[in-house]
Every structure is written in structure tokens, then in C-alpha cells.
């Protein structure tokens, strides 16, 4: 790949492009870097790159003839030309996805603005692409041209010493990456966490996709959106943020035949002594979801239908009969015909392909 760089400043290239990972890749021959002054493609005796802004206002523009004839210039250097990318706030989010679009192409021409920016016929008939690392303001684009190099030069074939480390770095799966830990095991009282001590690699997959998630949810919930997530894992995020979707899990219900030895115990660990709803019932309210402890009944003989005395999980639904619908072409064993009003919802009770007691209510009444 090579990457032509138009700037007025080429020094400030110096120290990142002759160290680290795109020092390799420039030695190794992955990726050629040239830097290209538009001042040297001017005609007057001071070598003007810029001008006032007609109609007036602060600042000062960089003017088309320069930039033009430095491109022209640079694109003949060499086979076949480069897709010509100008970096302004204005341009498209420089994100993991564009980084690997860019990173394709076998040369790029990057314009880096200055002052109050560039003359628009540089934008509109000169360049094929335009790009921004951020909504902020820098004081030229040579820093962002800097990021943009170093993110597409770790794509290049063999750059990196595995390309693991490419596909699990944050953002290469829409996701933050997982907590990292090395030696020592444990440092000033703090540990590592056991699971990484295992050696059970399906356990050490399974802790990290998981903290990859519940990390991006707290600290960048904008790219859960388009990360590559399971149903699963997309359900037990809306139930850990407590997210309004269609339907979603509200109530987990388990029956004892010594109602108080369970409340006790759920209790304890909860630090909540709960509420007790009636002499069989009671409820510890874990938003979103609520534990119901319920006093099982004698042993009866199995049957099809399912009651309020069963042993269930109950879901919130916008809707129940458009739920129930959806419920019965989905293969449950059994539906219940009708939707009933109880508690001053309306619901239904189903049962699941295995048999297990499923009950689906509206959260507030219609």
C-alpha cells in the first residue's frame, strides 16, 4: 500500500512514522508513506497556500491552485491512482468499518486542511472522499492524518505479529475490548480473576465476550446497535439495563413447600426482605425483574394447562394477543385459547416445546 501525504507541515510526521508498527510496515515494505509540501507547487515568489475568504469573515483559506497542481503532481508519481481522501471536520466518522474500507484500497492521497479550511472546489471536484476523526477541532489535519495512517497500516498483510490480535482489538467486532491482566497473579491486593487462571479456554471465551458486552453497554452503549450480538446476549442486555422491547423477561417465579425458609434465604441474600403479597406469596422486586416465592401445593397429577400456582416465568408484553400470536407459531405445546384479565393486566399462560410453564402480560393495563 502507499500512502501520499499532502501537508504543509511534513516535520510533524517525523517522530510517528519512524517508530512502532508503521516503522515495521514502512521497513518491511507493506506500506510506503510519502510526504508532499503543496507550498512547492506554487508560482509567486512567497509561495502562497492561502487567501481571504471572499464574502468576508475570520481566518484565512487555503487556495485550489497549490492543492491541485500537488496532486496532479503526485497522482503521475505512480500506478495506479491514489483515491484522493481530504480530512475535515466535516467528512465522515473515521470509524473501525471505514478504517478497513481505506485500508483496501492499494494507495490513498490524503489532504490535510489548514487554517479556516480549504477552498470548496478542493472539497467538490478534487477530492473523492472526505473524512473526520472526531467532533472536535484540531489545528490542522496533520494529526488526524497521523491516526488515519496508523489505523490503516495495522490492516496490511503481516504487519502484525498475529492476526488475532487484529480481529479481538475494540471495535474489530463493534465491541470494547475485554479487561486485559499479566503477571504478577495478584498486585497490591488486587487479583486477577480466577476464570483466567483456569486454563479452561471455553470458560476464558466465554468471561471475556461477556465483559466485552457489559463493558461497550456501560461505557459506549451508541455501538451496541450494530455489534454482531446473539438473541441472547441482546436479551440479557435489555434485562440488566432494564429496556423497554417488545417483550422482556419481568418475572421469575419459584415454589416451596416451606415458604419461609426460602424468603429467609432469598433475603439474606438479596438484602431485601421483599414483600409478602398473601400467605403464599411473596416478592423481592429486582428491577426490572421480580423473584416471587410461592408456596407450592400438594402433588397433583400432570396437566396439559397451566394455572397461576405454577411454577413459570412471565414475560412483558406490549400486546398480549398480538404475543399470543406469536407464541403459537413459534411451536408452543400448549396456549391457553383466550386472553384473561388478572391483576388488572390482561394475560396468558403457554407452555414451551419442553413443557415449561411460560405466562406473558401486558405491563400496564390497555
Same mark, same amino acid.
Given at each position: 500500500?502507499?500512502?501520499?501525504?499532502?501537508?504543509?507541515? %511534513?516535520e510533524m510526521f517525523a517522530?510517528?512514522?519512524?517508530?512502532?508498527?508503521?516503522?515495521?510496515?514502512?521497513? @518491511?515494505? !507493506?506500506?510506503?508513506?510519502?510526504?508532499?509540501? %503543496?507550498?512547492?507547487?506554487?508560482?509567486?515568489? #512567497?509561495?502562497?497556500?492561502?487567501?481571504?475568504?471572499?464574502?468576508?469573515?475570520?481566518?484565512?483559506? &487555503?487556495?485550489?491552485?497549490?492543492?491541485?497542481?500537488?496532486?496532479?503532481?503526485?497522482?503521475? &508519481?505512480?500506478?495506479?491512482?491514489?483515491?484522493?481522501?481530504?480530512?475535515? %471536520?466535516?467528512?465522515?466518522?473515521?470509524? #473501525?468499518?471505514?478504517?478497513?474500507?481505506?485500508?483496501?484500497?492499494?494507495?490513498?492521497?490524503?489532504?490535510?486542511?489548514?487554517?479556516?479550511?480549504?477552498?470548496?472546489?478542493?472539497?467538490?471536484?478534487?477530492?473523492?472522499?472526505?473524512?473526520?476523526?472526531?467532533?472536535?477541532?484540531?489545528?490542522?489535519?496533520?494529526?488526524?492524518?497521523?491516526?488515519?495512517?496508523?489505523?490503516?497500516?495495522?490492516?496490511?498483510?503481516?504487519?502484525l505479529g498475529s492476526q488475532? @490480535?487484529?480481529?479481538?482489538?475494540?471495535?474489530?467486532?463493534?465491541?470494547?475490548?475485554? %479487561?486485559?491482566?499479566?503477571?504478577?497473579?495478584?498486585?497490591?491486593?488486587?487479583?486477577?480473576?480466577?476464570?483466567?487462571?483456569?486454563?479452561?479456554? !471455553?470458560?476464558?471465551?466465554?468471561?471475556?465476550?461477556?465483559? @466485552?458486552?457489559?463493558?461497550?453497554?456501560?461505557?459506549?452503549?451508541?455501538?451496541?446497535?450494530?455489534?454482531?450480538?446473539?438473541?441472547?446476549?441482546?436479551?440479557?442486555?435489555?434485562?440488566?439495563?432494564?429496556?423497554?422491547?417488545?417483550?422482556?423477561?419481568?418475572?421469575?417465579?419459584?415454589?416451596?413447600?416451606?415458604?419461609?425458609?426460602?424468603?429467609?434465604?432469598?433475603?439474606?441474600?438479596?438484602?431485601?426482605?421483599?414483600?409478602?403479597?398473601?400467605?403464599?406469596?411473596?416478592?423481592?422486586?429486582?428491577?426490572?425483574?421480580?423473584?416471587?416465592?410461592?408456596? @407450592?401445593?400438594?402433588?397433583?397429577?400432570?396437566?396439559?394447562?397451566?394455572?397461576?400456582?405454577?411454577?413459570?416465568?412471565?414475560?412483558?408484553?406490549?400486546?398480549?394477543?398480538?404475543?399470543?400470536?406469536?407464541?403459537?407459531?413459534?411451536?408452543?405445546?400448549?396456549?391457553?385459547?383466550?386472553?384473561?384479565?388478572?391483576?388488572?393486566?390482561?394475560?396468558?399462560?403457554?407452555?414451551?416445546?419442553?413443557?415449561?410453564?411460560?405466562?406473558? !402480560?401486558?405491563?400496564?393495563?390497555?
Amino acid at each position: 500500500m502507499r500512502i501520499d501525504i499532502v501537508t504543509l507541515f %511534513p516535520e510533524m510526521f517525523a517522530g510517528p512514522f519512524d517508530a512502532s508498527i508503521v516503522a515495521r510496515a514502512r521497513a @518491511s515494505g !507493506a506500506v510506503e508513506v510519502a510526504l508532499h509540501d %503543496p507550498r512547492a507547487y506554487t508560482t509567486d515568489r #512567497h509561495h502562497v497556500v492561502d487567501d481571504y475568504a471572499y464574502g468576508g469573515g475570520p481566518g484565512m483559506v &487555503m487556495k485550489p491552485e497549490p492543492l491541485f497542481d500537488c496532486v496532479d503532481a503526485v497522482q503521475a &508519481m505512480d500506478q495506479p491512482p491514489g483515491r484522493v481522501v481530504l480530512l475535515t %471536520p466535516q467528512g465522515r466518522m473515521l470509524t #473501525h468499518a471505514v478504517v478497513r474500507e481505506l485500508a483496501a484500497e492499494p494507495r490513498l492521497v490524503v489532504i490535510c486542511g489548514h487554517y479556516e479550511g480549504v477552498d470548496e472546489r478542493v472539497r467538490s471536484a478534487l477530492a473523492d472522499d472526505e473524512i473526520s476523526i472526531g467532533d472536535y477541532v484540531l489545528s490542522g489535519g496533520e494529526p488526524a492524518a497521523i491516526v488515519l495512517v496508523d489505523a490503516a497500516v495495522r490492516h496490511q498483510p503481516g504487519v502484525l505479529g498475529s492476526q488475532a @490480535s487484529l480481529e479481538e482489538e475494540s471495535h474489530a467486532q463493534g465491541l470494547l475490548e475485554y %479487561p486485559q491482566y499479566t503477571r504478577p497473579a495478584e498486585y497490591r491486593g488486587l487479583a486477577v480473576p480466577e476464570v483466567l487462571l483456569s486454563g479452561d479456554h !471455553a470458560a476464558v471465551a466465554r468471561w471475556r465476550r461477556r465483559q @466485552s458486552i457489559e463493558r461497550t453497554a456501560a461505557r459506549r452503549p451508541d455501538l451496541l446497535a450494530r455489534a454482531a450480538l446473539t438473541a441472547a446476549e441482546r436479551w440479557l442486555l435489555a434485562a440488566a439495563a432494564g429496556a423497554s422491547r417488545e417483550v422482556s423477561l419481568a418475572e421469575v417465579t419459584v415454589t416451596t413447600p416451606d415458604l419461609e425458609r426460602s424468603v429467609m434465604f432469598y433475603a439474606a441474600i438479596l438484602g431485601d426482605a421483599g414483600d409478602r403479597l398473601s400467605a403464599d406469596r411473596h416478592e423481592f422486586r429486582l428491577q426490572p425483574l421480580v423473584l416471587a416465592i410461592i408456596r @407450592s401445593k400438594p402433588e397433583r397429577p400432570p396437566a396439559v394447562e397451566a394455572d397461576a400456582d405454577d411454577e413459570r416465568m412471565t414475560f412483558a408484553v406490549d400486546d398480549a394477543r398480538a404475543a399470543q400470536v406469536r407464541v403459537r407459531a413459534a411451536g408452543a405445546l400448549w396456549v391457553e385459547r383466550r386472553v384473561h384479565r388478572r391483576a388488572g393486566a390482561r394475560s396468558f399462560f403457554a407452555r414451551d416445546p419442553d413443557g415449561n410453564v411460560l405466562c406473558f !402480560a401486558e405491563e400496564e393495563p390497555p
